[in-house]
């Protein structure tokens, strides 16, 4: 686990969880997902989850530019800043096809659940 990540994790939660210990063994993946909180729920308007993970990166040791920087999907890591366009782009797209039960282009592929 990268040790930047991990002392956050540590910071934040008194220890690192295990969704974070089992993305772990993939340093750039880890690092998305820890930085993706704050997009994911700006990009969902959900001020609570935003508030409450705006709270947890700064207690983990995340700068006010690191999280300004996550909150609107954009990092100074050129990988983790690409997982965060993409991870941002497909909750968009996700919702509105959802929402406006936008018509399959494609082949169907059932839901899982």
């Known amino acids: 686990m990268t040790s930047t990540v991990s002392r956050r994790c540590k910071g934040a939660f ?4 295990n969704m974070f210990r089992a993305v772990a063994h993939s340093p750039a993946a880890l690092t998305s997902m820890w930085a993706q909180f704050g997009a994911v729920a700006d990009r969902n308007c ?3 989850c935003l508030s409450a993970h705006t709270l947890l990166g700064k207690k983990a040791g995340a700068t006010a530019g690191e999280m300004a920087g996550a909150q609107s999907g954009r990092s100074d890591d050129p990988r983790t800043d ?3 366009k993409l991870a941002t782009l497909n909750v968009f ?3 509105l096809n959802v929402a406006l039960d936008v018509p399959v282009d494609f ?5 899982t659940r």
Request: hydrophobic share 40%; with cysteine; glycine share 6%.
């Open 14 to 17: 008194g220890l690192v969880p």
């Open 46 to 48: 959900c001020d609570y």
């Open 82 to 84: 690409a997982v965060l």
């Open 93 to 95: 797209t996700n919702y």
């Open 107 to 111: 082949e169907r592929v059932p839901l």
